[in-house]
């Protein structure tokens, strides 16, 4: 968030704003903490509206619209230590461009497959149950979206967040995450491998 504010601040007056869409089931408490030195208005979409409407996999990511609503960019996996992206902003924000384009940055069309619809369903029964504390129950419905949707970043966040809350206070551990999600993306792989079968009830392996 520090890099976000160092944006708003520099172009805040050039008719500029930041609205920040925090991809949170766990509600507003949680994402507080993140933005207690920040000046730009930020919200929280608890059931990942924002993520599903554009077939986002990762966070986070960026949205330009200008001042009639249009959307002049959009770009899965906006970074701000990437020159390309800051520059495209700039030059949105100075009228340079109408519009940006970046490849594979593109809303994805059409509803989801059937598997990534359950993998949603299981996600919100997942955070319910986090909200009512009820972890175990929460960490299998996400488990089991995860293996539904397995490169959708939001699912395993919040998973993560339950699961190892000590990884994300005071900081975010960055390298942890890339980690594990490697450690993750193996075991996965090897189940696969072995004939796990996803369905409404959950994801299983085959008795032999």
């Known amino acids: 968030m520090p890099g976000w504010q160092q944006v708003y601040d520099k172009y805040k007056d050039m008719n500029f704003e930041i609205l920040s869409v925090a991809a949170d089931?766990?509600?507003?408490?949680?994402?507080?903490?993140?933005?207690?030195?920040?000046?730009?208005?930020?919200?929280?979409?608890e059931n990942n509206v924002l993520i599903n409407m554009f077939g986002f996999k990762m966070v986070p990511n960026g949205i330009f619209l200008d001042e009639e609503g249009t959307i002049r960019m959009i770009k899965e996996g906006f970074k701000l230590d990437n020159p390309e992206n800051i520059e495209a902003v700039e030059k949105l924000i100075r009228k340079e461009v109408e519009k940006v384009e970046?490849?594979?940055s593109s809303p994805k069309s059409g509803q989801p497959d059937l598997e990534?619809?359950?993998?949603?369903?299981?996600?919100?029964?997942?955070?319910?149950?986090?909200?009512?504390g009820r972890n175990d129950e929460a960490l299998k419905e996400l488990d089991d979206a995860c293996l539904l949707d397995p490169d959708n970043f939001t699912i395993r966040k919040q998973r993560w967040f339950i699961r190892f809350p000590e990884k994300f206070t005071p900081v975010i551990e960055v390298e942890w995450q890339q980690g594990q999600l490697e450690i993750e993306k193996a075991e996965e792989e090897r189940r696969r491998n072995e004939g796990l079968v996803c369905g409404p009830d959950g994801c299983f392996l085959p008795s032999r």
């Open 116 to 132: 990534q619809q359950l993998a949603q369903t299981k996600y919100k029964l997942g955070m319910e149950y986090a909200k009512q």
């Open 25 to 45: 089931g766990q509600g507003p408490e949680v994402v507080k903490p993140y933005t207690k030195e920040t000046t730009f208005t930020t919200v929280v979409d």
């Open 102 to 104: 970046f490849e594979g």
